[in-house]
């Protein structure tokens, strides 16, 4: 099933503790993005990706480091969280083109 | 810089109703506009997408979208609501085939009455 996983689905964790969170797409897609959801605010772009080794910020990168050494792989990384990155995360893949992007099931993360 | 608003945060139909729920955006070149639906405690699904060919799109579960240039505008209709249309919906714009920043709005939640 062609599909973009992330893991955990759910998260909670105290200020400051490095993590990570993964996202793998299997359909070949040149492109990958990470986003987040906070309630009258809806989805903001946090990093995007290319291709592989290609990558640039979205909206709002602060407090956050995004890889891409495989093209099926994206994992978005936390240095040193905080309360304020307490949302909701999607990762999302497309292909080159008018197509939309295929969007995983998300990761609620907790910082306390 | 694009940007995207949609107007009324909640919007409340009957069971059978037509739903209307509304988009602007701004773009500096030709965009790319889509619509996605989101049903609770999952990820966004794509409902439809224009990319500059007809101005009225059709998509699943029967929405659809028309493209207005002069009003700047990509508002989504259903001719007949159902229950399970019951979700929250978000327009989305980039900038065209190049583009690579997809710029939300802040989402409508439809609720449907019986």
């Known amino acids: 099933e062609a599909q973009v996983t992330q893991n955990p689905r759910y998260l909670i964790t105290v200020t400051g503790k490095k993590l990570t969170v993964t996202c793998s797409q299997n359909?070949?897609?040149?492109?990958m993005s990470w986003y987040r959801q906070d309630p009258g605010l809806g989805l903001r772009q946090i990093y995007y990706s290319m291709n592989v080794e290609v990558t640039d910020k979205g909206d709002v990168p602060e407090g956050y480091k995004v890889s891409r050494k495989e093209k099926r792989n994206f994992p978005l990384i936390l240095e040193s969280p905080s309360p304020n990155q307490t949302s909701l995360y999607f990762c999302?893949?497309?292909?080159?083109?008018?197509?939309?992007?295929?969007f995983g099931s998300g990761t609620r993360l907790t910082v306390v | 810089a694009q940007s995207v608003t949609q107007l009324g945060s909640h919007v409340s139909v009957s069971e059978g109703a037509l739903v209307l729920l509304r988009c602007n955006y701004s773009s500096s070149v030709p965009p790319y506009l889509f619509w996605y639906v989101q049903y609770p405690n999952q990820g966004l699904q794509l409902l439809l997408k224009?990319?500059?060919?007809?101005?009225l799109v059709k998509g699943i579960n029967g929405f659809e979208a028309e493209f207005k240039k002069s009003e700047t505008s990509f508002h989504l209709t259903k001719p007949s609501a159902h229950m399970s249309d019951a979700a929250e919906y978000f327009c989305a714009v980039r900038k065209g085939i190049g583009g690579n920043m997809l710029t939300f709005g802040g989402g409508t939640r439809l609720m449907v009455k019986p």
């Open positions: 224009y990319t500059s060919a007809a101005t």
């Open positions: 359909m070949n897609h040149e492109y």
């Open positions: 999302a893949s497309r292909p080159g083109g008018t197509y939309g992007y295929t």
